[in-house]
């Protein structure tokens, strides 16, 4: 399965007119890199050089479900950093967290059509039934967290040459004035041959991880 790498390179080319327009290319902020990393860690439990991050300079934008089925939309955050897993000197994966300000109202709403969206894409693979969807992680959940957020987990899958699948966290601060977004691709981490399919959170419960990982983040740049 073809997995979020793709997915995210796709999203500035699919969904709305905003998300074809070409990125302006902004200056990595080193201290927001390196935050980040360390809540990642604090959750995923890096053991270097086995296992550990690397930072991909080649930020993209954040992929959501479109108005139509299996098209994507596309989100760039103010703040966004983007990272490679690395397992016994092989890229095995990636992660992106985003917190959005002046974007944060469109996540919310993206994340709240998420659940309605990949039905639709489901009703297309009758193949895939709950049972199936339960064990690939194909579910939706949304919550209310601490201090009033709303947690929002859900995977972003396309069709395609194959399916491209990423895994979603997003958190909306109460009034919703600022959204936290993690979005990751595990699939190849989490394969038998890497030996961390019981050894990292990121491969115990994704959809926890990633909750977890958007928390921190969250409460370590809180809006007052």
């Known amino acids: 399965m073809r997995t979020g790498l793709a997915l995210l390179a796709l999203a500035a080319l699919a969904g709305s007119a905003a998300a074809q327009m ?4 902004m200056p990595p902020d080193t201290k927001f890199v390196s935050v ?3 809540e990642i860690n604090a959750v995923a439990g890096f053991t270097p050089p ?3 991050l690397s930072v991909r300079s080649d930020e993209r934008q954040l992929a959501f479900y479109g108005k139509e089925v299996n098209r994507l939309d596309g989100v760039r955050c103010e703040r966004q950093a983007a990272f490679e897993f690395v397992a016994r000197a092989n ?4 992660i992106q967290v985003g917190i959005c300000a002046s974007e944060a109202k469109r996540v919310r709403t993206l994340a709240v059509m998420a659940p309605r969206s990949l039905e639709a894409l489901l009703a297309q693979l009758p193949a895939i ?7 690939l992680g194909w579910t939706t959940t949304r919550s209310e967290g601490l201090n009033r957020t709303e947690e929002h987990a ?9 399916m491209l699948v990423a895994q979603t966290a997003v ?3 109460a009034g919703g004035r600022q959204a936290v977004v993690v979005q990751a691709d595990t699939s190849k981490l989490c394969e038998e041959g890497y030996g961390l399919k019981d050894t990292t959170a990121l491969c115990r419960d994704t959809r926890q991880a990633l909750i977890d ?3 921190r983040v969250d409460k370590r740049f809180s809006r007052p």
């Not at 890229?91 to 990636?94: K, R």
């Not at 859900?154 to 194959?162: D, E, M, R, T």
């Open 154 to 162: 859900f995977p972003v899958v396309l069709i395609g040459h194959g």
């Open 22 to 25: 070409p990125m302006q290319q």
């Open 91 to 94: 890229l095995v994966g990636h």
């Open 50 to 52: 086995q296992f550990t």
């Open 213 to 215: 990982i958007a928390r």
């Open 129 to 135: 039934d709950m049972e199936k969807r339960r064990k």
């Open 171 to 173: 958190i909306v601060s």
């Open 36 to 38: 980040v990393a360390n």
